[in-house]
């Protein structure tokens, strides 16, 4: 199985603040990497699929980057609303496999 | 609009079964592959199974596999997760989403149903 490892585990941030979530898979796997939004109670919510491209409807100061092993998703000016849990998501092969999250918090 | 509830969730003893329901609106079901993934209390998301939209191909994690059939209904448009000897490991919200692919058949999920609560406890 490939494993996908987040980094940081937690990170706390304040309005305005640029931020960047890493994530790194255990093999190669391309561009076939996603990212997910989860607020507290809710159900995940695509934002990047095939590592860069925006999903529809996603405020444009998400972006991702990267290929292979190592990806980003940087949030350009954090708002309140992006106070959450993020998620990557390979789906090169199967089983398909997440990453273990990062939770960001206010600062 | 495009939506996805799951249903059956609840309490059952570990040993027990439950057969979860995805009623699916707003798109061609039977076109479109369907998984289930789970999410245990304070933990992240597990990939559980998948099925092809034809209902002619499944997959499963080692952790379900034996226990767990995922099936489809395409008349009805409705996604099952049949749970079988299930543990306390196996306490979860149950999510349903769909398959989503680009030109280079990279695939994502979305949407998400809102999940259903299992419980697995004596």
């Known amino acids: 199985d490939i494993q996908m490892t987040q980094s940081p585990s937690s990170l706390s941030a304040s309005v305005g603040d640029r931020v960047t979530i890493s994530c790194r898979a255990s093999?190669?796997?391309?561009?076939?990497l996603n990212w997910y939004q989860q607020k507290q109670g809710k159900a995940p919510k695509v934002l990047i699929y095939a590592a860069s491209s925006l999903q529809s409807g996603v405020p444009s100061r998400f972006s991702g980057s990267g290929s292979g092993t190592d990806f980003t998703l940087t949030i350009s000016s954090l708002q309140p609303e992006d106070f959450a849990t993020y998620y990557c998501?390979?789906?090169?092969?199967?089983?398909?496999?997440f990453g273990q999250g990062t939770r960001l918090q206010i600062k | 609009e495009v939506q996805l509830v799951e249903s059956g969730g609840g309490l059952v003893q570990p040993g027990g079964s439950l057969r979860l329901s995805c009623a699916a609106s707003g798109f061609t079901f039977s076109n479109d592959w369907m998984h289930w993934v789970r999410q245990a209390p304070g933990k992240g998301l597990e990939w559980v199974s998948r099925?092809?939209?034809?209902?002619?191909?499944?997959n499963y994690a080692d952790s379900v596999k034996g226990r767990f059939t995922i099936s489809r209904d395409n008349a009805k448009n409705t996604l099952y997760l049949q749970m079988n000897s299930l543990r306390a490991e196996d306490t979860a919200v149950y999510f349903c989403?769909?398959?989503?692919?680009?030109?280079?058949?990279?695939?994502?999920?979305?949407?998400w149903g809102q999940g259903t609560l299992v419980t697995v406890s004596s």
């Open positions: 998501q390979q789906s090169y092969s199967a089983p398909i496999t």
């Open positions: 099925i092809k939209s034809t209902g002619g191909s499944t």
């Open positions: 989403t769909r398959d989503n692919w680009n030109d280079n058949l990279v695939n994502w999920f979305d949407p």
């Open positions: 093999q190669s796997i391309n561009t076939y």
